[in-house]
């Protein structure tokens, strides 16, 4: 079946830009997770779902990062006033359940902020 | 809080050689461990897992044994291919907290001919 795919596979943006990067998570899949990848590290945790609502948001590292999933599948990262920091790969993993012991990873967005 | 700690590559091996790379970790109580793999251009793939302790996870000829005196879940590989050429991530999670993973630096191996 298909796995977590997200959207778009790439972005460049300028300094001060708002961007949104999508998460399809696997059908079903009640979990659904954020992480941030920069350069030669491990994936660091943002935000996890459970259903529609932010079960655990500790991991955003300010106000200009949010993220939604409105009906329970879909989800969207929001970056406001983007920062050249900010550069990393975003990836969006999803699990049957926060106690499933598993995570499926999708390919990540590569964000660009020049 | 928890964490992990993984040995810095790169690692490169001769084709057949053996593998470990160390992973060690930091948490109270007992949490599930992980090895994660990613190949080039691919996402992250589970490669194996251990939900207690002294449980061995394998995968593909790749082991790991949950060691909780040591706090470490080593990965091992008693002969690699080329094709295990990637970039292997220790990770630990946990059923209660909502499962956030927590993932060490990552290490890259290649393999050469």
């Known amino acids: 079946g298909a796995g977590v795919s997200q959207t778009p596979s790439n972005k460049v943006t300028e300094k001060g830009k708002y961007v949104e990067l999508r998460c399809d998570p696997i059908s079903g899949h009640t979990a659904l997770y954020w992480y941030r990848q920069s350069l030669g590290q491990g994936p660091e945790f943002l935000i996890y779902f459970q259903g529609t609502g932010a079960a655990d948001d500790s991991g955003l590292p300010n106000d200009r990062f949010f993220a939604v999933r409105p009906e329970g599948s879909v989800s969207t990262l929001k970056i406001q006033r983007t920062e050249r920091g900010d550069s990393a790969v975003y990836l969006c993993a999803s699990s049957p359940g926060a106690a499933y012991n598993e995570q499926f990873f999708g390919p990540g967005t590569r964000l660009t902020v020049l | 809080g928890d964490s992990v700690t993984q040995m810095e590559g790169p690692v490169t091996l001769s084709e057949e050689a053996f593998l470990t790379i160390n992973c060690t970790y930091t948490?109270?109580?007992?949490?599930?461990l992980f090895w994660y793999v990613q190949y080039p251009g691919e996402g992250l793939q589970l490669l194996l897992k251990?939900?207690?302790?002294?449980d061995k996870g394998s995968n593909k000829g790749f082991e790991a044994t949950y060691r909780k005196e040591t706090t470490s879940f080593h990965l091992e590989k008693g002969s690699v291919q080329v094709s295990d050429s990637a970039v292997y991530f220790c990770?630990?999670?946990?059923?209660?907290?909502?499962?956030?993973?927590?993932f060490g630096t990552g290490t890259s191996l290649t393999v050469i001919p």
């Open positions: 251990a939900t207690k302790a002294d």
């Open positions: 948490a109270t109580g007992y949490p599930s």
């Open positions: 990770a630990l999670g946990r059923s209660n907290t909502g499962n956030q993973f927590y």
